[in-house]
């Protein structure tokens, strides 16, 4: 099983991590799940100013970084370990839209 987590860990583009605005949740019918994309580029956002994702094997390592260094409650870090851990069933490039599509199965959050 593939996670977010391990897709931002593995994708690049052009050796360069990929941005926050490319990266859509989509369902297995490739419809956007907007709740789920604002989650991801929240944590993602806050990844890059505070963490360097590359250093971080786990996503429980992420989310103790993210409570040192942030003032995030517990509830909002809970469910950036929850879109993290989401298992992926496909990833779709979409260079028309300059946009990657991480599928999903069920939600998690």
Known sequence: MITVFDVLKMVT????PVDVQQI??????????????DLLSDVLGKIRIFIDLQT??????????LHQFTPLPAD??????KILQ????????APHKSQI???YDERVV
């Open 56 to 65: 971080m094997t786990t996503t429980t390592q992420v989310i103790d970084e």
């Open 24 to 37: 859509v949740m989509t369902d297995k019918t490739g419809k956007p799940n907007s709740v789920l994309t």
């Open 86 to 93: 989401q298992p992926i069933s496909s990833i779709n490039f």
């Open 101 to 103: 599509e991480l599928v």
């Open 13 to 16: 583009i052009n050796h360069v």
């Open 76 to 81: 909002v870090l809970d469910e950036y370990q």
